[in-house]
């Protein structure tokens, strides 16, 4: 009797499920992220060999650009509902005689890089759409002693956020007069501890140096 040949087939595999998958979660990726905007000024942070990280939350930050300008960045703390950035330039406003509407503030808490205005044209810069308009605002803070406004920016986050923590991150090539003025202003606030944002770079170690 013959042995009965059973034909076989190759398995078939269905991939449009899987394809559809890869396309709602690349939707979705596209549609929550958030791009992070370039610094206003050009800013080469020079090199060290500490890995110790930045904090990711509780953190003001002085940026100093290569052409001098000043500019000041606070978050929001532990959580953004606090809306700690909010609550600064409300603050900020209330000691010029500034009077700042809810979206500006919105605005303002939602802008996410460094802000170098003066506090005189910052409706103007909450108002303005274009990124030229916006650039061209970015003058850098105030820092001379008739009007310090960063001294007043150190102040009313500390005492919003009386955790916050200071950080500087300066261009490399930067003048010292500056750097010199902006630390006066941290330790008239008495802010004497402070973190230094750097490069990262590795370090070369020969092994005849290691001592025994």
């Given at each position: 009797m013959p042995k009965i040949k059973i034909t076989t087939k190759p398995p078939y595999v269905d991939m449009t499920p899987m394809v559809d998958l890869f396309a709602v979660i690349l939707i979705f990726l596209m549609l929550t992220t958030t791009f992070r905007i370039s610094e206003p000024g050009v800013v080469n942070a020079p090199y060290s060999i500490s890995e110790r990280p930045v904090l990711d939350?509780?953190?003001?930050?002085v940026v100093i650009s290569d052409d001098g300008r000043v500019f000041f960045n606070v978050d929001n703390g532990p959580d953004t509902i606090l809306k700690f950035r909010q609550k600064v330039?409300?603050?900020?406003?209330g000691h010029y005689g500034i009077e700042f509407t809810q979206e500006e503030l919105t605005k303002f808490g939602n802008f996410p890089a460094s802000i170098g205005v003066p506090i005189e044209r910052m409706k103007d810069f909450l108002s303005a759409d274009d990124p030229?308009?916006?650039a061209a605002l970015q003058t850098g803070v105030p820092v001379?002693?008739?009007?310090?406004q960063l001294a007043m920016w150190v102040l009313y986050a500390r005492q919003v956020n009386p955790a916050v923590n200071a950080g500087i991150k300066g261009d490399s090539g930067v003048e010292f007069p500056i750097v010199k003025r902006v630390l006066d202003v941290l330790q008239d606030r008495n802010v004497n501890k402070f973190n230094l944002i750097t490069s990262l770079r590795s370090a070369d170690v020969k092994l005849d140096e290691i001592p025994e």
């Open positions: 939350f509780n953190i003001m930050t330039l409300a603050e900020m406003g030229g308009e916006k001379d002693s008739v009007d310090n």
